[in-house]
């Protein structure tokens, strides 16, 4: 009975008080920090301030309003959502369920101690996490607000790094390599190989530094690390843009076939995939195609019936058209044969890319060459008139010898005709022309069929380039993207682990990057490669053994705070910056 009337008698005094003019300064528990010290008044971050003193004694013992009131914190603090980690519901659910079949954990006790010494998780039917379950305010100017204890991180996370922390598991391998580098086989092979020892890395900073922040080890680039051994062999080989296939002329004579000139010397046995892309927004040439691909040998045609040869017709007068409207129309008719070949918009200057500056010249050339009166013929067929492949070949313009021959001429990179073929000569590494198809094809098309016809001749280990022998081709959700790079830091990313490198560097031993780092022989480190999953991979080092951290994170050395290594507030964080409208000065 004393105990209640002295509730009583306490409750009633703070209802007076508190209703009271100064109410809120009696009731407020101490002056902000600093950062915060311009906030004015309690609204401005407590949703349950204007209820009065019966609003505030119901969330004393309530407390789902402080989870509510993230939205007042992200006014300010953007991209800091109320779920934990700013990771979704669904994903902190599993996360907890494996948590908890994770064999060797603490178990709730941790967690029931830590709120009974004073710690308190508040959350709402959605899973928002209150700011102030971490951030504490009112405790003074001074107030570090942002340090947190383990005991906070222990309210949700049962687990002690010095007793019983997760294990590393793979760590901190998640996904293939960007570039495909097998480390033991350069190391254990071709840099061990007498005819290159005067180019062989000497150590590990010989491809690797650390980035300006000192946390991650990051690739030195292809000029500095690659070049020395594989510069010479990136150009060695033209890609092939155009081939005129070769033909049964006598038979197309005979058969009084509607084709008009055609060389006889061409010889072209596989149809170029990128004059293929140019084509393929036609269904007919597509059909012919695939049916002469299938049934037919275009260097014998002596028996082909009536249906067959029109799939031939057709097919020879696409290449024709093809000449033509690039002659006529010029990159108005580049971009809408991509736009219909990749079933999506390509942007003008991606398809000016796509043809890295094909002079006219050339296609001058290769048009007085192969079809002499292309543009007679043309206009004739599309007005519905027969144009038959006449017996006597069109004279052949001869150059003087003296003259340099084109594929001569474009021996530093650039475009030439050859043996009725227009090739283009790779510039060498970062070259912009392969770079762009590559692109395209993984990209921008939606079309699955053009992607692997392009993949089939530009994305193999001993295609022109050899590009995608070191960069992965990467297809996640449906979307695709050729790994140009390493990787790189991005300083807007947060994640959940931090290391720094830098800070290591004077604890690591004679073994230097091997401390941490052990090549594993045994990995299939090549067969990671051999689709676009990324995350289907076998590491070339095996996963960082935790007993290497645990020598010297302990309490009485390095420490174990669990924010030594981890971050709470993870994801994509840009910059904070001002828009302000420019104006003249007065």
């Known amino acids: 009975m004393l105990s209640r009337y002295a509730v009583a008698v306490v409750v009633g005094l703070l209802l007076v008080i508190g209703g009271g003019m100064a109410g809120e300064a009696v009731f407020s528990p101490g002056p902000l920090s600093a950062s915060h010290s311009e906030i004015g008044g309690c609204a401005s971050c407590h949703s349950v301030s204007g209820e009065g ?10 407390g789902t309003h402080e989870a509510q009131d993230v939205k007042n914190c992200v006014a300010c603090h953007e991209n800091r959502s109320g779920m934990a980690h700013n990771q979704t519901a669904a994903f902190i659910e599993a996360a907890t369920e494996r948590a908890r079949l994770q064999p060797g954990t603490a178990g709730p006790l941790m967690s029931q101690v830590a709120t009974r010494i004073g710690f308190k998780v508040r959350t709402i039917d959605t899973g928002e996490v209150a700011c102030r379950s971490c951030h504490q305010e009112h405790r003074g100017h001074q107030a570090d607000i942002v340090n947190l204890s383990n005991v906070e991180c222990q309210a949700c996370h049962t687990n002690q790094f010095a007793q019983t922390h997760v294990e590393f598991g793979d760590y901190p391998y998640e996904r293939r390599t960007r570039i495909q580098f097998n480390h033991q086989n350069h190391i254990g092979k071709y840099f061990a190989d007498e005819r290159n020892l005067e180019k062989a890395p000497t150590s590990c900073r010989s491809c690797h530094e650390p980035d300006d922040r000192g946390r991650l080890m990051v690739f030195n680039g292809f000029e ?28 197309l004579i005979d058969l009084e076939a509607n084709v008009g000139e055609w060389p006889i010397d061409a010889e072209a046995e596989e149809f170029a995939a990128i004059a293929d892309v140019l084509m393929k927004g036609d269904p007919d040439y597509v059909e012919a195609r695939d049916y002469i691909e299938e049934n037919l040998d275009l260097f014998d045609l002596s028996e082909v019936d009536d249906e067959e040869l029109a799939y031939v017709e057709t097919f020879a007068w696409a290449y ?45 050339v290769a048009q007085t060459q192969w079809f002499p009166n292309l543009f007679e013929e043309v206009e004739a067929y599309r007005d519905g008139e027969e144009v038959l492949t006449p017996e006597d070949e069109p004279e052949l313009i001869e150059f003087s010898d003296e003259v340099l021959d084109q594929a001569s001429w474009a021996e ?29 094809s993984v990209a921008t ?42 990787r790189r830091a991005n300083p807007q990313v947060v994640e959940f682990t931090d290391f720094y490198h830098s800070k290591h560097f004077a604890l690591i031993g004679d073994k230097g990057c091997a401390t941490c780092h052990e090549l594993d022989a045994d990995a299939d480190y090549g067969g990671g490669f051999k689709d676009f999953d990324p995350f289907t991979f076998a590491s070339n080092f095996r996963p960082l053994d935790q007993a290497v951290c645990d ?19 993870v994801g994509t964080f840009p910059p904070a910056a001002v828009d302000t409208k420019m104006l003249a000065a007065e």
């Open 320 to 364: 024709k058209e093809l000449l033509y409207d690039i002659l006529t129309e010029g990159m108005d008719a580049v971009t809408e044969r991509l736009n219909a070949a990749a079933e999506a918009e390509v942007p003008a200057a991606q398809a000016r890319a796509l043809l890295a500056n094909l002079h006219i010249d050339a296609l001058v």
């Open 412 to 440: 530093s990179g650039g475009w030439y005709t050859e043996d009725f073929t227009l090739q283009y000569k790779l510039s060498g590494h970062r070259d912009a022309f392969m770079r762009e198809w590559l692109n395209f």
């Open 445 to 486: 098309s939606q079309n699955q069929v053009m992607t692997e016809r392009v993949l089939d001749e530009l994305g193999k280990n001993n295609s022109p380039g050899g590009c995608v022998g070191c960069h992965s081709v990467d297809v996640t959700d449906g979307a695709g993207t050729v790994n140009w790079h390493a």
């Open 224 to 251: 500095q690390s690659c070049a020395s051994c594989h510069e010479a062999f990136i150009a060695d080989k033209p890609v092939m843009v155009l081939a005129l296939p070769g033909m049964d002329v006598d038979s």
């Open 551 to 569: 020598d010297c994170h302990t309490e009485d050395l390095a420490g174990n705070d669990c924010t030594a290594c981890h971050n709470y507030h």
């Open 53 to 62: 003193l019966i609003g505030w004694a119901h969330a004393v013992f309530d």
